[in-house]
């Protein structure tokens, strides 16, 4: 049954993306804000379809927390569906930073290229770092919240990947404070995985962390441990046998 499901999600998501990506096209004209708020009807329609099919069901903790001025989010990466969720449901437009050559993915990378997010030449080291803060900063002064997952890659629960510096670089350099964000997505959607498991995935965001008079390090670290910590209040089984 659960291979039945997760095979009409995929059917699901399918069918609609290539619409919506043609619809992308023919709205971006548009001024930004429309078209953020019509391509994000996507990933709300594939929650919906998450919750209906595959019983993957969501809670928010923390809302409270965000606040209501220039922010980068730093998430937990642990599966697609928080690449979806947040921004369908953050309350500001956020804009990730990502590989360039996302771009030219056929439907998805098309709708990707017309929002103005973070797009970023790896090749061109140094210098691509100075790109993501100069498009960051002019992200944030139009009221948009860079968001960026600083392991880097989907980890499996349970595990902690390596907090590599970005997220807070551009935090220090701008100035922004930082939302952390921790969840369990990976428990319903893993890595990798053809099958989607039905469950409560629970999305839990910190207090903000000022960034003033903090160094690019110390800002990790306080990310880091935040996060971390939450996961162990999230899934206290998945750390038991580890201490």
Not at 90 to 108: A, G, T
Request: glycine share 8%; net charge positive; aromatic share 10%.
């Amino acid at each position: 049954m659960a291979a039945l499901r997760s095979a009409l999600l995929l059917l699901f998501m399918i069918v609609t993306v290539i619409p919506y990506a043609l619809a992308c096209l023919v709205w971006a004209p548009l001024p930004l804000k429309w078209r953020y708020r019509l391509t994000i009807g996507w990933p709300r329609l594939v929650m919906w379809a998450g919750r209906v099919i595959t019983g993957m069901h969501w809670r928010l903790k923390g809302w409270e927390n965000l606040p209501d001025r220039p922010a980068v989010v730093l998430s937990k990466h642990q599966s697609a569906w928080e690449t979806l969720f947040l921004p369908a449901y953050l309350p500001r437009e956020v804009c990730f930073v990502y590989k360039k050559e996302l771009n030219r993915i056929p439907f998805f990378g098309w709708g990707l290229a017309l929002l103005r997010m973070i797009p970023i030449d790896r090749s061109k080291g140094r210098d691509a770092f100075e790109q993501v803060v100069r498009l960051g900063q002019q992200r944030l002064d139009e009221g948009r919240w860079p968001l960026l997952f600083p392991e880097g890659t989907r980890i499996p629960p349970g595990k902690t990947g390596r907090y590599k510096m970005g997220g807070a670089l551009l935090a220090t350099r701008t100035g922004a404070v930082v939302v952390p964000i921790a969840h369990n997505a990976g428990e319903c959607w893993p890595k990798n995985s053809f099958i989607k498991r039905p469950g409560l995935i629970t999305v839990s965001i910190g207090p903000p962390i000022e960034t003033a008079g903090l160094d690019a390090e110390e800002v990790n670290r306080k990310v880091q441990d935040w996060i971390e910590n939450e996961m162990r209040q999230l899934n206290p089984e998945r750390y038991a046998a580890r201490e």
